[in-house]
């Protein structure tokens, strides 16, 4: 049940990142994780890789490719479990 509300609340909170600026919806996500890892709903190792994927993500914003950015972040979160607003489907 726990993991039926975390999951519900993160969809809802992720709403407004997706249109955020890649720089905006980096650091959202890192908040996120951090959080998720305090309170023991993921792993230091799922936090960690999902951090290194953030950082490459992170390249390509800095570089001005948002696009390639949005992509690497969505992709991320829906390789660790974390729900992306706006994937068909959805």
């Given at each position: 049940?726990?993991?039926?509300?975390?999951?519900?609340?993160?969809?809802?909170?992720?709403?407004?990142?997706?249109?955020?600026?890649?720089?905006?919806?980096?650091?959202f996500?890192?908040?996120?994780?951090?959080?998720?890892v305090?309170?023991?709903?993921?792993?230091?190792?799922?936090?960690?890789?999902?951090?290194?994927?953030?950082?490459?993500?992170?390249?390509?914003c800095?570089?001005?490719?948002?696009?390639?950015?949005?992509?690497?972040?969505?992709?991320?979160?829906?390789?660790?479990?974390?729900?992306?607003?706006?994937?068909?489907?959805?």
């Open positions: 049940m726990r993991l039926v509300i975390c999951a519900a609340l993160l969809a809802v909170s992720t709403a407004p990142a997706i249109a955020a600026s890649c720089t905006d919806r980096i650091a996500v890192h908040r996120v994780i951090d959080h998720d305090r309170i023991g709903f993921v792993d230091k190792k799922v936090h960690d890789a999902m951090g290194k994927e953030l950082d490459e993500a992170a390249k390509y800095s570089a001005g490719n948002d696009a390639k950015a949005q992509a690497l972040i969505s992709s991320t979160q829906a390789r660790h479990g974390y729900p992306v607003r706006g994937q068909t489907g959805q």
